[in-house]
């Protein structure tokens, strides 16, 4: 089982990153393109990210907006895991 960060640390994570929130036990962000088509590109690109490292987040498509969450479901919250396919999304995306 992977260990649960301390909330001061992904706290400062999200807070040193763009649009990172830090809520309920868990790291979101909202990403917002310009049609459903690019939305539907980008979620496979996380899923590609997503089956590598063998970390899946939640994902919620609405037309244009995409919203993840990201938290280690063993550890019941935010672990080194999440915060490394959160990384991973955003410099693959370029979405920082």
């Given amino acids: 089982m992977t260990e ?3 909330p001061e640390i992904v706290e400062a994570w ?3 990153r763009a ?3 830090y809520r309920d036990d868990a790291i979101r962000k ?3 393109f310009p049609s459903f088509r690019s ?3 980008f979620v496979n690109r996380v899923a590609t990210i997503a089956d590598e490292l063998n ?3 939640e994902i919620r498509i609405r037309y ?3 919203r993840l969450r ?3 479901h063993d550890a019941g919250g935010v672990t080194q895991r999440d915060l490394s396919l959160a990384e991973r999304i955003d410099f693959a995306t370029s979405a920082r």
């Fill in 4 to 6: 649960r960060l301390p």
């Fill in 14 to 16: 999200a807070e040193a």
């Fill in 19 to 21: 649009r990172w929130k």
């Fill in 30 to 32: 909202e990403y917002v």
């Fill in 39 to 41: 939305a539907v590109v």
């Fill in 55 to 57: 970390h899946h987040p």
């Fill in 64 to 66: 244009d907006r995409v």
């Fill in 70 to 72: 990201l938290w280690s």
